[in-house]
């Protein structure tokens, strides 16, 4: 069964910091994955997502995320943390290889605090 | 270009009450999703429509919850009757057929009291 894990529930960075939000999954066939954003009392925000390619995908707002195939990690990365970047952030794969088509599961979510 | 819409925005209500949710989806987005998001949780898939078949509502809990998209457009989510455990944020989400971006709208936070 394919599954997503967002191990830490919270990290913690100091402003113009590099970040890394981790995420690892588990699917049957080939993965497609996501990131997502959420700020208070809105819709999540889509960040970036892999397909196929360059493992290293640049997304929104100077985040980018590299998939290790290996590893079956996706993190999300930002050289330099704003204030602003502090929100819920939630990593979502979509398994190919569900029976019936496709289904989209998310992780539990990230909280990111940067400090000023 | 407008995002997904959706309303109302709050709702609080009493136990065994219904309930129901609109969504617009984004202009041309043939895919339309309902999730249930719990405190803390991610989102969770309730019900997928491609244009106006649900094509996957395996995780609706179809004694008390109903959606519809009648015209392949807008779609409506009910509850009836509410129960405690139903308070959570909805939301609705679109995407193109052949993408897998999935565009949020802000989400009905209910209440049941």
């Known amino acids: 069964a394919q599954s997503v894990a967002q191990p830490e529930d919270q990290v913690n960075v100091a402003e113009g910091n590099p970040l890394t939000v981790k995420c690892t999954y588990s699917?049957?066939?080939?993965?497609?994955l996501f990131w997502y954003v959420q700020y208070p009392n809105r819709g999540l925000q889509f960040l970036l997502k892999?397909?196929?390619?360059?493992?290293l995908v640049k997304g929104s707002y100077g985040f980018e995320a590299e998939f290790n195939k290996s590893q079956t990690s996706f993190h999300l990365k930002k050289p330099s943390a704003l204030v602003s970047d502090s929100a819920l952030y939630f990593c979502?794969?979509?398994?190919?290889?569900?029976?019936?088509?496709?289904?989209?599961?998310f992780g539990a979510g990230t909280r990111l605090f940067v400090k000023a | 270009e407008a995002g997904v819409v959706q309303s109302p925005r709050y709702k609080i209500i009493e136990k065994k009450q219904p309930v129901a949710f609109w969504c617009n989806p984004i202009s041309g987005h043939n895919t339309l999703y309902w999730y249930l998001q719990n405190l803390g949780q991610g989102p969770e898939l309730l019900i997928r429509y491609e244009n106006e078949e649900a094509v996957d509502d395996s995780q609706l809990p179809k004694d008390r919850f109903s959606a519809e998209r009648l015209k392949g457009v807008d779609s409506t989510l009910k509850i009836q009757p509410a129960e405690l455990g139903d308070s959570a944020v909805y939301l609705c989400?679109?995407?193109?057929?052949?993408?897998?971006?999935?565009?949020f709208g802000p989400g009905t936070r209910l209440t049941v009291l």
């Open positions: 989400a679109s995407s193109e057929l052949a993408t897998d971006t999935q565009y």
């Open positions: 979502a794969v979509r398994d190919e290889g569900h029976t019936g088509g496709f289904k989209t599961i």
């Open positions: 699917v049957s066939g080939n993965p497609y």
């Open positions: 892999y397909i196929t390619g360059d493992n």
